[in-house]
């Protein structure tokens, strides 16, 4: 264990240091938003031609790069949720290339069921916040996060996970402070406005638990729910709602949200 991770463990200096830590990121986070805005547009996929973007980035990552799925003869990885979901892209605005791509699984039917519901189900041991509590068209999951190799050249990205967003163990140092992914930080808040304006109250994910230890630095505090399992490597079931979301969320990160919210709302305007 090196110095500044012993620094985090030790009681009462561990905890001066994450808030120390924490500042630093909400304050690199006021900058971020400037240069999101400047070089990244997030764009909801309102027509075919989009989703087929958001198809090829996944096959890109989870086909081709990780291997997960099998590599498809038509370049684009689809599955049976895709039909009751609405997807993000992040676009690179200097070269007019989509990055990075995640969606929103809803219940539109009866009979439906998220993909944790058929894949993970007994992995959530928290019955409070398990999905069949909740009114079927208030629950979602948010899934298929997908980020391009070519818009993960930094260091801390080359790594196997970092495609499906994914943080390296970080040891909290200024250097890897501004080295966080915020692309994929950028389409969880996508995702998150996605559903808030589809009226989702409850909503899912299965992710490994180093990444919700990260996120919890820019104040997106997602709540575990059972242990890890081997589903495409080690990860846990996680619950988030609007109200934990947007009170948790730090102040610098709150502008980074303002911008992908107002670009999302107008286009979401165009699925209704």
Known sequence: ????????????IGDITKKIVSMKVSHEAYN???HFTQFLEPQVAVNDALKAEAFKIRHNVYCEELAFEEVKEGGEERDEFDEQSIFSLIKHKPSNNY?????????????QLLPIEKFCLDSI???????????????????RLAVKSDFRRRKTDQFKGSGTGVIQESNYSEVELRCFPFIAIGLYMAA???????GVRHAYVMMEPRLARSMKFVGIKFQQLGEPIDYHGLRAPYYIN???????????????????????????????
């Open 1 to 12: 264990m090196n110095w500044n991770k012993r620094l985090l463990n030790t009681p009462i």
């Open 32 to 34: 971020i938003a400037e």
């Open 99 to 111: 990055t990075s791509c995640v969606r929103v699984v809803r219940i539109e039917e009866e009979g």
């Open 125 to 143: 041991t928290d019955e409070t916040l398990h999905p069949s509590r909740f009114n079927r068209k208030e629950i979602c999951e948010i899934s």
């Open 192 to 198: 998150a406005n996605m559903a808030i304006e589809t």
């Open 242 to 272: 609007p109200e934990i979301f947007l009170s948790n969320l730090s102040p610098g990160f709150k502008n980074l949200y303002k911008a992908i919210e107002h670009d999302i709302s107008q286009q979401l305007k165009e699925l209704s």
